[in-house]
């Protein structure tokens, strides 16, 4: 099938992915908030999620998911032009979580920086690296989904701390021979205007939406659940609609789809909506939570192997975030 619009010379080379030892059950949640594993499970589906060890930072994770990326690519740090991290929870406001990771995998040859979409990160990053790799001055990219979101949740509200986990995903990208595009259409979405139903309060009560700073939460993650739902699936349906139509393609012609993990009922409900298949939905929630930008490349990295993907094989990648943001791609393994 042709491809349309195609970005010339972008391909996946490697995935790589880090996800911290600690395992918090449900079981152990219900000791530490209002909750039970029924509630959690019922409502978005998750079992379980990975939390970081004290002191182990969002450049840890990030830096781990790197090395194993670049040894599946057989590449070693100085090969690397190019580090861009995904991430809502950097480790300072700078050095960037990309200078850090920088240092740690002593990839000295490479520039790096920081990019902020939210849950919808890693696939506003492809499509930045894809112009990079146009330019034909970066060979070898490494694209990072990095998330540390346990360091901002509040742990007494059980709206929020039962959805979110610690981990990172890698992709190793860099140019086709042939010159053809691995990454074959995408969309990216925003609405400033909806910003106030998912947000961080780190405590700057001057800057949040305008409200009077009383009737502010308490600092941590802040969430209006029923309006992210209805968000996040018309705005990715729409564009996972849009994409597959300017790839040419229908969801018969996809391998299988890889929706932001946020949660199991918005994964279903889009997933109902754009009438795919439940053998081609991937899903991890259960496993990891809301890992926010590392959603996409850890599952990424799982699939490939679960199915397998092959040579050829069209994946949809579809996310929605905080800001408001959202976005699309399909890609071609």
Request: with cysteine.
């Amino acid at each position: 099938m042709e491809k349309v619009n195609a970005v010339p010379g972008m391909q996946i080379a490697s995935t790589g992915i880090y996800l911290p030892k600690k395992v918090l059950a449900n079981d152990e949640l219900e000791k530490m908030v209002d909750t039970s594993d029924e509630w959690i499970t019922t409502r978005t589906g998750i079992k379980e999620r990975r939390i970081s060890a004290p002191g182990e930072l969002t450049a840890d994770l990030g830096a781990e998911a790197a090395k194993m990326a670049m040894k599946n690519a057989e590449l070693s740090p100085k090969d690397i032009d190019l580090i861009l991290v995904a991430t809502i929870s950097p480790d300072a406001i700078f050095p960037s979580v990309a200078c850090s990771i920088q240092q740690r995998i002593a990839a000295t040859h490479a520039c790096a920086m920081d990019l902020q979409a939210a849950c919808t990160g890693f696939i506003y990053g492809l499509v930045m690296v894809s112009g990079f790799i146009a330019t034909g001055k970066y060979k070898n990219i490494l694209l990072i989904g990095a998330e540390r979101i346990s360091a901002y949740i509040d742990w007494s509200d059980r709206n929020t701390c039962v959805l979110f986990g610690d981990g990172a995903g890698a992709v190793i990208i860099r140019p086709t021979e042939d010159k053809r595009s691995n990454l074959i259409a995408h969309h990216l979405g925003a609405d400033g205007r909806a910003g106030d139903v998912l947000y961080l309060n780190n405590g700057r009560k001057d800057v949040y939406f305008g409200c009077d700073v009383e009737t502010l939460p308490r600092e941590g993650m802040v969430m209006s659940g029923q309006e992210v739902f209805k968000k996040a699936v018309i705005a990715m349906y729409h564009s996972a609609t849009r994409t597959m139509k300017e790839a040419g393609c229908t969801v018969d012609d996809i391998k299988c789809v890889i929706s932001h993990q946020a949660n199991i009922r918005i994964i279903n409900a889009l997933s109902d909506r754009l009438k795919v298949p439940k053998e081609k939905r991937f899903i991890n929630v259960q496993r990891y939570g809301n890992i926010s930008a590392a959603c996409i490349p850890v599952a990424l990295h799982e699939a490939k192997d679960y199915y397998p993907l092959e040579r050829g094989d069209k994946i949809l990648l579809v996310a929605f975030g905080g800001g408001l943001t959202w976005g699309s791609a399909i890609i071609e393994w």
